[in-house]
């Protein structure tokens, strides 16, 4: 069993519809990341998260400590979101992160 | 636009070569982490380097080994090529927010095809 679990793995919506992926991981943690990757590769890291809730624009992170799962949350979205969805661990005690296999978000216009 | 630049871009040699990945961090950055992106592993941590320093190895192969130099760039060598080194190799460097919160920049990738 991988360390930390994505789902679903793919996901395909239409414009302006409410999107929610989520992030299940294994081990004891000191941050956890969600990366985006367009269709190109450049990967962007959109938010690192210890505790709680962050919010950018459209976007919101979340991440539940005591249940070890994170949730990236789209409002109202766009084709351009359209791009692989990663989440990442940082192993507590150490300087690696350990990776998700990502969600492929597909919105249709 | 990153900041993190790597070179070349895509790479295409044969199996038992020797190739040399290049990455620039951002101006600042102490912090430089290699990744590997394969098609059947996702996303991988290589190996982490803090100011000339290893902080950190991953899944790293004894065939890969990198460094940082003084000018705090980086070079991921790969030797004795095989076909399943075939993959994005990602370097990143980070910065400390508010709150010592790091942030990663991720250059854009090398792509290398082992034929």
């Known amino acids: 069993k991988n360390e930390v679990e994505q789902s679903p793995q793919n996901l395909t919506a239409q414009e302006g519809e409410f999107i929610t992926i989520n992030c299940s991981y294994s081990?004891?943690?000191?941050?956890l990341h969600w990366l985006q990757q367009h269709p190109g590769g450049g990967i962007v890291s959109l938010f690192m998260?210890?505790?709680g809730k962050k919010k950018h624009g459209r976007l919101i992170a979340t991440i539940n400590i005591q249940e070890k799962h994170s949730s990236l949350h789209i409002t109202a979205s766009h084709p351009r979101d359209s791009a692989v969805y990663i989440c990442?661990?940082?192993?507590?005690?150490?300087?690696?992160?350990?990776f998700g296999q990502g969600t492929r978000l597909t919105i249709n216009p | 636009d990153s900041g993190v630049t790597q070179t070349p871009k895509h790479l295409i040699t044969a199996t038992g070569q020797r190739v040399t990945l290049r990455c620039s961090p951002r101006?600042?950055?102490?912090?430089v982490y290699w990744y590997q992106q394969s098609l059947d592993q996702g996303l991988q941590f290589l190996i982490h380097?803090?100011?000339?320093?290893?902080?950190a190895k991953g899944n790293i192969l004894e065939r890969f080994s990198a460094q940082q130099f003084p000018d705090l760039h980086s070079e991921l060598n790969l030797s004795s090529l095989e076909l399943g080194d075939s993959a994005l190799y990602f370097c990143?460097?980070?910065?400390f927010g508010q709150g010592g919160q790091e942030t990663q920049y991720f250059g854009p990738g090398t792509r290398l095809l082992v034929l």
């Open positions: 990143a460097s980070s910065a």
């Open positions: 081990v004891g943690i000191s941050a």
């Open positions: 998260l210890s505790s």
């Open positions: 990442a661990v940082r192993v507590r005690g150490a300087q690696k992160l350990v």
């Open positions: 101006s600042g950055d102490l912090s």
């Open positions: 380097y803090y100011n000339g320093e290893e902080r």
